[in-house]
């Protein structure tokens, strides 16, 4: 399958901590997505990285990526309880049309 | 961003019937639009990308038979479930690519609808 793997699978941490989130993908890519899912609804889109770029920031989120591990992180900031939600990485299949997303990390920010 | 309208959010049906559900591009059109199934704590796995004016292409193990999905206009395509089982529970959400370029780049999704077979 050519499914990413996100690790942890499960992450809860205190407001104002930082929370990273790793993702492993199996082919070669154009780009990698990062989405976020709370409970029960449908996906928001955070943050696109291409492969030409090691570094990406948007607000509090911070992606990096590297071609040569096929590993993307996606870091979030001084978390709030708001950011409780799941988060996906998604990448292109082998240069169709296709996003095929990552297992994801349930994230979890105590007040 | 666009918009993507799905209907309905919840529906609950007996063995044997089948259930529709519609995604919609509200502010632009769509010429493709991606179906997902997602099981409880787990990812979305691609069922089938929709092609307005033609038929939609499917993703290998998923029955086209099973899952009738129709891209009759530049913003809606449905998704029918014929012959529901319980097997089929699940969440079903769509999606519309939004980025330039390739189709590919940032989907803007459906709410999702949670489909429950007694």
């Known amino acids: 399958s050519q499914q990413g793997e996100e690790d942890p699978q499960a992450l809860s941490i205190q407001e104002g901590e930082n929370a990273t989130m790793n993702c492993s993908y199996k082919t070669s890519i154009n780009n990698l997505q990062w989405y976020r899912q709370n409970s029960g609804r449908g996906l928001v889109h955070l943050i696109l990285?291409?492969?030409?770029?090691r570094e990406k920031h948007s607000g509090r989120l911070r992606v990096t990526l590297d071609t040569s591990k096929k590993s993307s992180s996606l870091l979030i900031t001084a978390s709030r309880a708001a950011d409780t939600a799941s988060y996906f990485c998604?990448?292109?299949?082998?240069?169709?049309?296709?996003?095929?997303f990552g297992t994801g990390t349930r994230l979890q920010v105590f007040p | 961003g666009a918009v993507v309208s799905q209907h309905p959010s919840r529906v609950i049906c007996k063995s044997g019937t089948s259930v529709k559900i519609e995604c919609r591009s509200l502010?632009?059109?769509?010429?493709?639009m991606f179906w997902y199934r997602q099981f409880p704590k787990q990812s979305l796995m691609l069922m089938a990308t929709?092609?307005?004016?033609?038929?939609?292409?499917?993703e290998q193990g998923v029955e086209k038979d099973k899952f009738l999905i129709n891209h009759a206009s530049l913003t809606l395509s449905t998704l029918t479930v014929t012959s529901a089982h319980p097997e089929d529970s699940s969440f079903y959400i769509c999606?519309?690519?939004?980025?330039?370029?390739?189709?590919?780049?940032?989907?803007?999704f459906g709410s999702g609808t949670q489909l429950s077979v007694l």
């Open positions: 999606s519309v690519p939004g980025g330039l370029g390739q189709t590919n780049e940032k989907l803007f």
């Open positions: 990285i291409r492969s030409n770029e």
């Open positions: 929709s092609n307005e004016g033609s038929k939609a292409t499917y």
């Open positions: 998604a990448t292109d299949a082998s240069n169709t049309d296709k996003l095929i």
């Open positions: 502010d632009f059109q769509a010429t493709t």
